[in-house]
């Protein structure tokens, strides 16, 4: 049930603060500029004109790619750089039916993980390597990433994408000022948790705000619990397809815990028919009327577009996912989309792959488009990126996600992108139902085995 | 042709039958030049892909790869698969609900704007307003009114003081159908009052004359006057209502993506997910092979059961 726009699919309306949050941002600060191979202009180099296809964000993102673009086809004379942004609604089925044809663009975008493995194991998706050289599949800028951010696009130990985005864990955003005037800190073990949502129901305060029309938004309450509970190993099972891997103790122990929530009122009336991206749930936790919300990084940069003050103020707390007492799981491990990438076409022509490969690791190499990411309220994974952090307004909620993900001994992709979309379906709405309490987690578990 | 050879009379003696055979020929080619361009974008449009999505209901599609003969296969899944038998039956159900919601409320609009009694133009353009709005439009709207706590009949409930309207009418799986069928009826319902208002306008009023000189009261004259002389505006209705709520989308996807769980998720929406999420075009052309059928019988079996076909006028005797 999962839409085409997922987790990235921010409001158009913070594209006015997010720019003026981007010229505010550090002017000065460098990252190093990581090797890019052969990236020596010779004679011989083969030029092109090459597409590359986006998902549009609605937001400066877009403009970045479009000036990039220009900047590298100036810097290349012979090279013709186009950046289209298909329509987001079936973006996925549009990419498919052009990367099968016969002139598919040579860039696009994605998310690694199922979908792509599925492209690879059709033939459409090419390794990537370094402009003009036969080492396909292990770039030389490969070092210059955060190791965990080349996860969900290395197969076989061969890389098939770039990272081009934000990394995107998942972590509770709070309202400060509620959970003092209560006298609470943020909970460091799930026992804690549900004894706030207890102390939080009596006073009429939503603990937690969820958006669950989606399905995806509870999916990770699953995610969390199940790796608190039973450590990575359990879903990594399941994504092998070990037969009654959802049968797992850890799996039933988890969606048990989330009818607990569930049933001490933690969430607000109604959450399975709101739509997280309305922002409703953002402007609960804002407000005051819920305490937290769990959700990715990337509601940072919705937070700041839609009450900056109070973003700037520090009122709002971040914190990490509680550790279950007794549980397997290491509570630093973490859970969201690693980053998103540009993938590589396979029917294309060698000097389109040159002059692709050359523009990829362009692309991420000038210290420009880390600062960008930075004013976007987004962790850059490229190494080195941490000193970015000193002068922006948002270093408070930057610099502890960043150590975090440097600290991660596991980071978990998202389940849903992980296991591609046909198991992914089945699994996000018979979830819906165990928030609704129409499903038991057996039943659940039962269900969810047939698809193994 | 038969009535203009009625017309032309004695002259068609004189007339050589090769004539006669090439004025009927070429009347014919002059009918055939009208409608080919409707035929041809029938054929383009609807003709050509529903034979091309029954060839692909027999493979396996993923867009990206090539299209792999399947035999049975897709057709075997369709029919084992609980989940799409689940969404069979909420199809159907929203079918029949959407008959009840709406054909006897449009009925009844109908025959009230077809009277002539004073401000009865005004009501009818009121009532016409949500046709004229786009779906989507309207589901974002009804989204908001329907949003709990905070939406219009939340509102209602806490200061008007009617508790019951503060309900997850989109996020309880007992009521969400329910709710997407009065949405669909509210919006549908001013269409269907247009059909039954020009079939009630047909009606001569000689009959409600020769009704009431045989000392009909009003009950009566509706059983056995207006309803039977409306019967062609009820078969019309109905199969619009019917077929139209076998591939009903739109507003579900907007208000409850086919959720909570399964509740809402109609074939339709099935469809879409499976091809257009998951890429298997196979097995979403399969679903959408039996929408396709179902929606033919459906209005075939209307047709015949009210006599349609045979073309009798409503005038000529009773039903």
Not at chain 1, 231 to 256: D, E, H, R
Not at chain 1, 435 to 442: D, H, I, M, N, Y
Not at chain 2, 71 to 85: H, M
Not at chain 2, 240 to 267: E, H, K, M, N
Request: aromatic share 12%; hydrophobic share 45%.
């Amino acid at each position: 049930m999962t839409r085409a726009r997922r987790r990235s699919a921010r409001p158009t309306n913070r594209a006015a603060a997010l720019l003026a949050a981007g010229l505010t941002a550090t002017a000065t600060a460098t990252v190093a500029a990581p090797a890019t191979g052969a990236s020596a202009q010779s004679s011989s180099a083969p030029t092109a004109s090459i597409s590359m296809w986006m998902e549009a964000s609605g937001t400066p993102v877009d403009n970045y790619w479009v000036a990039q673009a220009k900047a590298f086809d100036k810097a290349n004379p012979g090279d013709n750089i186009s950046v289209e942004f298909p329509a987001a609604s079936a973006f996925n089925p549009k990419v498919a039916a052009a990367l099968a044809g016969n002139n598919p663009p040579a860039l696009t975008f994605g998310w690694g993980g199922g979908r792509e493995l599925q492209y690879i194991s059709s033939g459409v998706i090419a390794p990537m390597g370094d402009a003009g050289q036969s080492d396909a599949g292990n770039p030389s800028w490969k070092k210059d990433f955060v190791p965990s951010s080349l996860g969900a696009v290395t197969f076989k130990n061969k890389i098939y994408g770039i990272p081009v985005g934000g990394t995107q864990p998942v972590f509770f955003f709070y309202n400060k000022k509620t959970m003092a005037r209560y006298h609470l800190g943020f909970p460091s073990t799930t026992t804690q948790l549900i004894s706030d949502v207890k102390t939080l129901a009596k006073h009429d305060v939503t603990a937690i705000a969820l958006g669950n029309l989606g399905a995806w938004e509870g999916l990770m309450y699953l995610e969390y619990f199940t790796d608190r509970i039973g450590g990575p190993q359990v879903f990594l099972n399941i994504q092998s397809g070990q037969k009654g891997a959802w049968s797992n103790p850890a799996i039933i122990q988890a969606l048990t815990d989330i009818q607990t929530l569930v049933k001490d009122n933690a969430f607000e009336q109604g959450y399975n028919q709101i739509d997280w991206p309305t922002g409703f749930t953002d402007a609960l936790v804002h407000s005051g009327t819920a305490a937290m919300q769990l959700m990715g990084d990337w509601d940072i940069g919705n937070m700041q577009g839609y009450f900056p003050g109070w973003v700037a103020s520090g009122a709002m707390g971040i914190g990490f996912f509680p550790k279950v007492p007794g549980g397997k799981g290491n509570p630093a491990d973490l859970e969201g989309n690693t980053t998103d990438y540009l993938e590589l076409a396979s029917h294309i022509s060698p000097a389109e792959t040159y002059v692709a490969e050359k523009f990829a690791a362009w692309l991420c190499s000038s210290p420009a488009y880390a600062r960008f990411e930075v004013s976007e309220g987004l962790v850059p994974v490229i190494a080195g990126s941490a000193k970015l952090f000193a002068s922006s307004p948002l270093k408070q909620y930057l610099v502890p996600i960043y150590k975090a993900v440097q600290n991660a001994p596991y980071f978990q992709y998202s389940w849903d992108q992980a296991l591609g979309p046909t198991k992914a379906t089945p699994m996000t709405s018979n979830l819906q139902k165990v928030f609704g309490l129409t499903e038991t987690p057996r039943q659940f578990a039962q269900i969810m085995n047939k698809y193994q | 042709m038969t009535t203009s050879s009625v017309l032309s009379g004695p002259r068609q003696l004189v007339a050589s039958g090769t004539t006669r055979h090439t004025a009927q020929r070429r009347a014919f080619l002059a009918d055939l030049m009208g409608i080919s361009p409707v035929m041809a974008l029938y054929g383009l449009f609807i003709i050509v892909p529903s034979v091309f999505a029954l060839f692909l209901s027999f493979t396996h599609w993923n867009i990206d790869g090539p299209i792999r003969w399947a035999g049975l296969a897709n057709w075997r899944q369709l029919f084992s698969d609980p989940v799409s038998y689940h969404s069979l039956l909420v199809t159907l159900e929203l079918a029949g609900l959407s008959w009840v919601a709406q054909t006897p409320v449009a009925m009844a609009l109908g025959i009230f704007v077809a009277g002539t009694q004073r401000y009865r133009a005004v009501y009818a353009t009121l009532y016409l307003l949500p046709l004229l709005m786009s779906t989507a439009g309207l589901g974002l709207m009804w989204e908001d009114v329907l949003f709990p706590q905070y939406g219009g009949l939340a509102w209602l409930g806490i200061h008007a003081h009617l508790a019951f309207l503060s309900r997850e009418w989109l996020g309880s799986p007992n009521l969400a159908l329910y709710t997407i069928v009065v949405i669909i009826a509210w919006q549908f319902v001013p269409f269907h009052t247009l059909i039954f208002q020009a079939g009630r306008r047909a009606i001569p009023a000689v009959l409600y004359d020769a009704a009431s000189v045989d000392g009909a009261n009003l009950r009566q004259s509706f059983w056995h006057v207006t309803l039977p002389q409306l019967r062609y505006s009820i078969v019309t209705s109905s199969t619009l209502v019917l077929v139209g709520s076998l591939t009903y989308f739109d507003i579900i996807y907007v208000l409850t993506q086919g959720g909570p769980g399964d509740a809402t998720r109609v074939l339709a929406m099935d469809m879409y997910n499976i091809g257009f999420n998951q890429t298997e075009f196979g097995y979403a052309s399969a679903i959408a092979t039996v929408l396709g059928v179902l929606g033919i019988l459906l209005a075939l079996l209307l047709v015949r059961l009210s006599g349609f076909s045979r073309m009798d006028g409503p005038q000529e005797g009773s039903w």
